[in-house]
């Protein structure tokens, strides 16, 4: 995009009418508090980079879900790599999880323990590491189903060595929406969809679980007036009790998503059931490679031994992070006794705090709904 079109989406002006229109429908529906939930660690980058909260009426909520792909990848899966690493396996990985915690060692401490990672920006980065060495490679695979496309083509690409192999903890987004919205206590009344996300899947791929559900979904892009109105539309989906799908992102996302991209996500992988950590155990929710790939499956070639690292004692505050709850939609970030004092972004707690897409840290960088009344 460049500037000029950029521009379209963030001017004052567009931003003040949505702004007023929002409080409108707010006031209309009259219930406190109204509570619109979005699931992508972009969105909420986007909301506290712009300080939209700030504008946003008393009564309404917009908070932020199971969307940041590092967060919920599942303590033992962390352990995994860690273990791989322990092992001797070269473990490639994004940089965004060396700092994430496993059961007692994050990527980084095994680093320090002389184990061997690396940090990549690709699959087919890792793939050209294991090309070049006799090592075994192991490609630490995270992310929700836009960035499993990434691994999924880079194994079709094919010439995939010998010593390369995957190690899945990529998850797919829509059956833990369904599994937040259900639980108990959940307040949520919409749900803001991830245009990334959807560009792939398409919006179409929402409606089952808005009839499901009886709750509206709309896919929303990530300019400050591309929020706003996707927060107006859904109020007013909210507001008037029609429980449908609206695509707010059309320039990214059709109702039928991408459909070689879909391709290529389904023949390498399929769905099975997953932990999210710290938030549930979840039908559908992990993407594991089919049995045809199971010759690049790190968990199938190696014996990975994880329950040797659990004698190490965990973090000594591990215990009261609440980011399972923050995803949940439960609490947010400022309701955690550690948070900016005894958990920040330089010495982080919990994996919310280590992501550039953890709610944690977006609100320690940006400020989650900072209280701008004394400066008028
Ligand atoms: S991968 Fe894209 S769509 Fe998914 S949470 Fe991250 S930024 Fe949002
Ligand atoms: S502030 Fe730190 S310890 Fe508290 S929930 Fe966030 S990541 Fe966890």
Redesign the pocket.
């Known amino acids: 995009m460049n500037d000029l079109q950029q521009l379209r989406f963030r001017d004052p002006a567009r931003a003040e009418a949505l702004g007023e229109a929002i409080h409108e429908v707010c006031s209309e529906i009259g219930r406190d508090p109204i509570t619109l939930m979005h699931v ?4 909420e980058q986007a909301i506290a980079r712009f300080g939209l909260r700030t504008g946003l009426p008393k009564n309404l909520d917009v908070i932020m879900g199971p ?3 590092v967060c919920i990848t599942d303590l033992p899966e962390v352990d995994e790599g860690v273990a791989l690493a322990l092992q001797g396996v070269k473990v490639c990985t994004y940089g965004d999880m060396l700092r994430v915690p496993g059961t007692s060692l994050s990527l980084n401490d095994a680093m320090a323990r002389g184990g061997n990672v690396a940090v990549v920006y690709s699959p087919s980065q890792a793939i050209e590491i294991a090309r070049k060495t006799e090592e075994q490679v192991v490609f630490f695979a995270t ?2 189903e ?2 499993a496309v990434t691994t999924a083509a880079a194994l079709l690409a094919g010439d995939v060595p010998e010593n390369f192999s995957i190690l899945s903890a990529h998850k797919y987004i829509p059956p833990a929406m369904e599994i937040v919205a259900t639980m108990p206590g959940s307040r949520i009344e919409g749900f803001l969809a ?1 245009g ?2 959807a560009a792939i899947t398409g919006s179409g791929l929402f409606e089952p679980l808005a009839r499901k559900h009886r709750m509206p979904i709309v896919v929303a892009g990530f300019e400050p007036l591309d929020i706003l109105a996707a927060v107006l539309e859904l109020l007013v989906l909210v507001r008037d009790g029609r429980n449908e799908v609206a695509n707010l992102y059309p320039r990214c996302v059709s109702a039928q998503g991408n459909l070689p991209a879909q391709k290529i996500l389904w023949q390498v992988f399929e769905l099975e059931q997953g932990w999210w950590r710290g938030i549930a155990d979840i039908p559908d929710g992990n993407l594991r490679l089919r049995d045809t790939y199971a010759h690049l499956d790190a968990r199938k070639r190696f014996d990975i031994d994880i329950k040797k690292l659990w004698s190490h004692a965990p973090h000594e505050l591990a215990a009261q992070c609440v980011c399972g709850d923050i995803m949940a939609g439960k609490c947010q970030p400022t309701d955690c006794g550690l948070y900016g004092t005894k958990c920040t972004p330089d010495a982080p707690v919990g994996a919310c705090m280590v992501s550039s ?1 953890g709610a944690c840290r977006i609100w320690q960088q940006y400020g989650g709904r900072p209280d701008l009344s004394e400066v008028g």
């Not at 992508?40 to 969105?43: D, E, F, I, K, V």
Request: hydrophobic share 20%; with cysteine; net charge negative.
């Open positions: 992508c660690g972009s969105h969307g940041c792909p992310g929700f836009t960035t991830a990334h996300a897409e």
